[in-house]
């Protein structure tokens, strides 16, 4: 009997040395879960005073730099715009310089053309006397000096009798049906002139239809 119990004695402190291990693993493993929760909460009052600390107004040095910033971006737009429009003007004042002097002549060839045509007139006027053939040379040599001079000076005629008509040189005063396609310059009646590349007067003519 006694040797019985002594026995089951032994048992019930071996099964006790057994639970108190893991009793102790127990403690440990929540006093570590504890601890990481403990983690997590300080986490997250951390990123609470960091949402809080954005949401505090902003320093006012911080908003007068930006308003300066602002301020200086829009002088600078302000002046590059201003540059644009002064490179502009210079741009196109130069142009207009170049094409004034260009066309310097165009003036007095202009009140020069009268002049020519009156001599061509002349030119065309017949007679059978000697004095009247003598003038008439002497009408020839001026109107050929006068055309020479304004060649010098790029003045050319525009190109007209049986040339395609050309709205940008010819001016048609009249129309006529011809035995030549339509659209053609078919007579003459005032010479056109150009100085250089521009049109100082059409060429009033007569247009095949």
Same mark, same amino acid.
């Given at each position: 009997? #006694?040797? /019985? ?10 099964? !006790?040395? #057994? ?5 102790? !693993? ?11 929760? =403990? +983690? ?15 949401? *505090?107004?902003?320093?006012?040095? +911080? ?24 490179? /502009? ?5 130069? *142009?207009?310089? $170049? ?6 002549? *165009?003036?007095? &060839? $202009? ?5 020519? !045509?009156?001599?061509?007139? =002349?030119?065309?006027? $017949? %007679? ?20 020479? #001079? ?11 009798? %049986?040339? #395609? ?5 010819? *001016?048609? &005063?009249?129309?006529?049906?011809? !035995? ?6 078919? $007579? ?22």
């Amino acid at each position: 009997m #006694t040797e /019985n119990k002594t026995n089951e004695e032994l048992e019930q402190q071996k099964n !006790d040395q #057994t639970v108190e291990p893991r009793e102790a !693993d127990i403690e440990k493993d929540e006093a570590a879960v504890e601890a990481a929760e =403990a +983690d997590i909460e300080e986490n997250e009052a951390d990123i609470e005073a960091a949402e809080a600390a954005d949401e *505090q107004p902003s320093d006012p040095k +911080d908003e007068e730099i930006a308003a300066l910033k602002q301020q200086v971006e829009a002088e600078e737009n302000k002046y590059l715009k201003l540059y644009a429009e002064f490179d /502009n003007f210079k741009r196109r004042n130069r *142009q207009e310089m $170049e094409l004034n002097n260009k066309y310097k002549h *165009q003036k007095i &060839v $202009e009140d020069l053309l009268p002049i020519i !045509d009156n001599l061509e007139r =002349a030119l065309r006027i $017949e %007679g059978e006397s000697d004095s009247f053939n003598s003038l008439l040379k002497g009408v020839e040599m001026v109107y050929n000096d006068l055309v020479n #001079t304004l060649m010098k000076h790029d003045v050319k005629e525009i190109e007209s009798t %049986g040339h #395609t008509f050309d709205p940008n040189f010819h *001016q048609a &005063v009249m129309t006529e049906a011809s !035995d030549e396609e339509d659209g053609i310059v078919i $007579e003459e009646f005032q010479k056109g002139y150009m100085l250089k590349d521009r049109v100082i007067r059409p060429s009033m003519v007569k247009v095949s239809e």
